[in-house]
T-cell receptor, first 112, second 114 residues
Framework: DAGVIQSPRHEVTEMGQEVTLRCKPI?????LFWYRQTMMRGLELLIY????????DSGMPEDRFSAKMPNASFSTLKIQPSEPRDSAVYFC??????????FGPGTRLTVT | AQSVTQPDIHITVSEGASLELRCNYS??????LFWYVQSPGQGLQLLLK??????LVQGIKGFEAEFKRSQSSFNLRKPSVHWSDAAEYFC????????????FGTGTQLKVEL
């Protein structure tokens, strides 16, 4: 198995631009999580889905952030418009039936 | 609300020395506990987990952790550290009915001196 796949691995954009991060979970995993990691705030859960349905989005910082999971094999996290304080590493993770979360390699976002 | 405390932000040990990383959690229900490792530029990898049963759990790369309910702790140990163990280590907790939603500690950065 290829594991959790995230794209792009690195994204540099200018303030005000729209950013879309993508995630492909491991096949057969029915829950997906989006995290953000920064030096100041550590690892924060933004949102998670069960069976493609958003369950808890209380970690989404603002209306500028949105996430979708149109099917079991794909999810997106969108930031519109982006701001410099959104610069972080964004991780996607999926979970197996044993409760283990498998993390993707992350997308390093830099907003200038 | 559940929380996880990793009191040591940075730890430095010599290669071959023993290691213990501390983790304390706070939640009334039975916790499910995890240790993850993150190498620079990488995602998080699961080292070990505790759900129930034997309170001493073995993980990958020679790591082990002991669940102590009386101390609300789940400390990670390794008898002999290798230079390749240098990384950041995260303790995490969830609980029955938590929807697999993990709460992470702030992490401990491990440096290994040769």
């Amino acid at each position: 198995d290829a594991g959790v796949i995230q794209s792009p691995r690195h994204e540099v954009t200018e303030m005000g631009q729209e950013v879309t991060l993508r995630c492909k979970p491991i096949s057969g995993h029915n829950s997906l999580f989006w995290y953000r990691q920064t030096m100041m705030r550590g690892l924060e859960l933004l949102i998670y889905f069960n069976n493609n349905v958003p369950i808890d989005d209380s970690g989404m910082p603002e209306d500028r952030f949105s996430a979708k999971m149109p099917n079991a094999s794909f999810s997106t996290l969108k930031i519109q418009p982006s701001e410099p304080r959104d610069s972080a590493v964004y991780f996607c993770a999926s979970i197996d039936r044993g409760g283990e979360q498998y993390f993707g390699p992350g997308t390093r976002l830099t907003v200038t | 609300a559940q929380s996880v405390t990793q009191p040591d932000i940075h730890i430095t040990v010599s290669e071959g020395a023993s290691l213990e990383l501390r983790c304390n959690y706070s939640y009334g229900a039975t916790p499910y506990l995890f240790w993850y490792v993150q190498s620079p530029g990488q995602g998080l990898q699961l080292l070990l987990k505790y759900f129930s049963g034997d309170t001493l759990v073995q993980g990958i790369k020679g790591f082990e952790a002991e669940f102590k309910r009386s101390q609300s702790s789940f400390n990670l140990r390794k008898p002999s550290v290798h230079w390749s163990d240098a990384a950041e280590y995260f303790c995490a907790v969830t609980y029955t009915g938590g929807g697999n939603k993990l709460t992470f500690g702030t992490g401990t950065q491990l440096k290994v001196e040769l």
